[in-house]
């Protein structure tokens, strides 16, 4: 059974820097490329970072890009994403991302 968590989501102030976490099970996470989403309140979900299998090559949504930084280590089955420069925009639950599978989301807010 393929299961995502999400951790990390808080409360930042604008400027601040958060880092979420994903482990991932159920599967062979160094086959795979993971992304992560987000959703903000009253919108639709949208992209944020993908990561090949390998961690070799990195795809990022314009919003983000240059702020974020998305990263694995497959020894922990692990996916990250490193964010920097929080703006009150970002505020979002963030979703770890496997084709179909999801996790269950972890809320970030950006606020003073």
């Known amino acids: 059974e393929v299961q995502l968590m999400e951790s990390g989501g808080g409360l930042v102030q604008p400027g601040g820097s958060l880092r979420l976490s994903c482990a991932a099970s159920g599967f062979t996470f160094s086959f795979y490329d993971m992304s992560w989403y987000r959703q903000a309140p009253g919108k639709e979900r949208d992209f944020v970072a993908t990561i090949t299998w390998s961690g070799g090559n990195t795809y990022y949504a314009d919003s983000v890009k240059g702020r974020f930084t998305i990263s694995r280590d497959n020894a922990k089955n692990t996916v990250y994403l490193q964010m920097n420069s929080l703006k009150p925009d970002d505020t979002a639950v963030y979703y770890c991302?496997?084709?179909?599978?999801w996790g269950q989301g972890t809320p970030v807010t950006v606020s003073s």
């Open positions: 991302n496997l084709g179909r599978f």
